[in-house]
């Protein structure tokens, strides 16, 4: 396996926008804290979750995003593991989500930006400050967010065999343990 390093440095060669990086460092902080509460390797996890979009930027198209990374990834020797639950995590690509790792990257995709909207609206911009009810009130509100897709939220959930308060509680502690990384610490506001 490779370093988070190595990972690092794959995903800025390929993205550049801020954003789409900020949105990298949130699922793999989400995914290592699935890793540690399901007894995985919060490593491999959290690769998994930093290099899942990271042919996004410069391949975003269905018949591009997750397959030129898939080939990048495989020449690059990451385990088919990862390459597999990457690629899943695009559900256009209509892959069957049946490891623990395909279902975790799936499940925190969407709702990684949907909780970093929410702090970004809030006056401090500090994630610390985000509750479980406003992040469910929020989903509610259609206008909110328009480019998260809910279904994938609820799908993903349902998936992983957690409930929603539950998976957005182990979302929103994962990002504030990070969120001088994200801008969402309040500090920068």
Not at 117 to 128: C, I
Request: hydrophobic share 40%.
């Amino acid at each position: 396996m490779k370093t988070r390093a190595e990972a690092l440095q794959l995903l800025k060669h390929y993205t550049k926008s801020e954003s789409l990086l900020r949105h990298a460092y949130a699922v793999e902080a989400a995914c290592r804290a699935y890793a540690k509460k399901f007894g995985e390797d919060a490593e491999k996890w959290g690769i998994t979750g930093l290099l899942h979009d990271f042919d996004y930027e410069m391949y975003p198209s269905k018949e591009e995003h997750t397959i030129v990374g898939a080939r990048i990834l495989a020449e690059q020797g990451y385990p088919e593991d990862v390459i597999y639950a990457i690629r899943a995590h695009a559900s256009y690509n209509h892959l069957q989500r049946d490891t623990q790792l395909s279902k975790v990257v799936f499940a925190c995709d969407e709702i990684c930006g949907f909780v970093m909207a929410v702090a970004m609206v809030r006056p401090t911009k500090n994630l610390a400050e985000v509750e479980v009810r406003s992040v469910k009130k929020k989903l509610k509100d259609k206008a909110f967010a328009r480019g998260v897709n809910r279904d994938d939220v609820y799908l993903g959930v349902e998936e992983l065999g957690v409930s929603l308060d539950e998976h957005i509680a182990t979302v929103i502690g994962a990002l504030a343990a990070i969120a001088p990384e994200l801008g969402l610490d309040g500090v920068s506001a």
